[in-house]
């Protein structure tokens, strides 16, 4: 469960989701993201819109069953593929419908009203409120968590392209972690996860990931286990076959592939080659 103040959460989805477009103010529609391989910059402002609208829609109709976000991006049962090759033509779909060109000015103001509408939404519900997910806990704090997460990496993909430096917050990026390294372990999240991600079973190897930031965090640990990964906090074991260490922000940022390890911060010690091999197979 997150400490982070539900408000808080809220907010910055809008105010992240402000830098976000800000950040690609004069970015090229047509530029390669090279921390989304395959995408555009055009085709990234329409997904942070889709992935919100989704949310605002679960959250809005207090929903109790599963709500396709294929359904809410304008699926229509035509789309193929794998989750992320459709969650793909998705994006191509809803940008062809700004024009050719694109009026850029109008492609903006719709993801900035969609993060209001979120926001709304959501401190409207209120955090314990009951709705859908997938996995983790069926609650509008969930969906609040999430968005932050989801919005803030794509700030980063698009501070990537505007050739800017990024940060998340301390305690935002620990949050985060704890996140994603829930949805990594939890087998209905199987489905929206790279396929790569098989790739990981394995024979006990541990991985130790320790923010250097937090006083007291001893840091979370990945076990690839022969049924495939297996997450938690830290724990002491047979010994760590690689060792993380960097700042929480950091840590996030190459976990999630925003930072290349080559020239980053974090310092590993150990198995470097086991690493490598997450940073191959986890999903952007």
């Not at 809220?10 to 004069?26: K, M, P, Y």
């Not at 699926?75 to 850029?104: C, K, N």
């Not at 297996?230 to 690689?242: E, I, L, M």
Request: hydrophobic letters at 40%.
């Amino acid at each position: 469960m997150s400490s982070i103040d539900f408000k808080r959460l809220c907010e910055g989805v809008f105010s992240e989701t402000e830098s976000f477009v800000a950040a690609l103010d004069g970015v090229p529609l047509e530029q390669p993201v090279p921390t989304c391989p395959g995408w555009t910059a055009g085709q990234l402002m329409v997904h942070v819109h889709q992935a919100q609208e989704w949310a605002a829609v679960i959250v809005e109709t207090r929903a109790t069953q599963r709500v396709s976000l294929l359904e809410i991006g304008g699926g229509d049962g035509d789309l193929s593929g794998d989750w992320s090759e459709q969650i793909h033509q998705l994006t191509l779909r809803a940008l062809d419908s700004f024009g050719d060109p694109v009026d850029r000015r109008r492609l903006s103001q719709w993801i900035t009203d969609g993060a209001r509408r979120l926001t709304s939404a959501l401190l409207e519900a209120g955090p314990d409120t009951a709705v859908w997910r997938e996995f983790c806990p069926p609650r509008v704090r969930t969906w609040a968590r999430w968005a932050l997460l989801e919005t803030s990496l794509h700030r980063a993909d698009a501070e990537v392209l505007a050739a800017r430096e990024f940060r998340i917050d301390t305690d935002l990026a620990v949050d985060s972690i704890d996140q994603w390294l829930a949805y990594v372990r939890e087998p209905a999240a199987a489905p929206f996860l790279d396929p790569r991600l098989a790739n990981m079973k394995g024979n006990g190897e541990r991985l130790r990931f320790q923010p250097t930031d937090v006083d007291g965090h001893e840091g979370w640990l990945a076990v690839c286990t022969p049924q495939g990964l297996a997450t938690s906090a830290w724990r002491p074991g047979d010994g760590d076959d690689v060792v993380v260490r960097g700042t929480a922000s950091d840590l996030l940022l190459l976990l999630k592939r925003r930072i290349p390890l080559a020239g980053s911060s974090v310092a590993v010690t150990g198995e470097r080659v086991l690493l490598e091999r997450w940073l191959d197979n986890v999903l952007c």
